[in-house]
Structure formats: C-alpha cells, structure tokens
C-alpha cells in the first residue's frame, strides 16, 4: 500500500508539472506568438477543457428532460 502511494504521488507531481509547463508555453505561444497556420484549431483545444463540463451537463439534462 505504500508502495502504490508514492508511485501515485509520483505520477501527480509529474501530470502536474507537465501540464503547468505545457499550458504556460502554449499561453506565451498564443499571447506573444504571431499569426500562425493552426492558431484557432490550436486556441480551441486550449478552450475545449474549460467548456466541456457545461455541454455534458447540458446533453445530461436534455436526455433527461426529453423522456
């Protein structure tokens, strides 16, 4: 048990850092970056994260309401 507490311990310290760095370099990209080919397919997966909690709790309801 202890074993896999530190292992978890060690994937979160490294899910984290990883999505800090990964997520700050593409905010500098995208802030100080000039126009590039990808950028709004590039903004969007950015933004998808933060809005897709709203559309599943939409289409959850919609499937409950219309039964």
Do not use: C, H, N, Q
Request: no cysteine; hydrophobic share 55%.
């Amino acid at each position: 048990m202890l074993d896999a507490r530190l292992d978890d311990l060690r994937v979160a310290a490294v899910s984290a850092t990883s999505a800090t760095l990964l997520g700050t370099l593409g905010a500098v990209a995208l802030v100080r970056g000039e126009r590039f080919k990808g950028r709004a397919l590039f903004s969007g997966m950015l933004y998808s994260p933060l809005v897709m909690p709203e559309v599943i709790s939409g289409l959850s309801l919609l499937l409950l309401f219309v039964r």
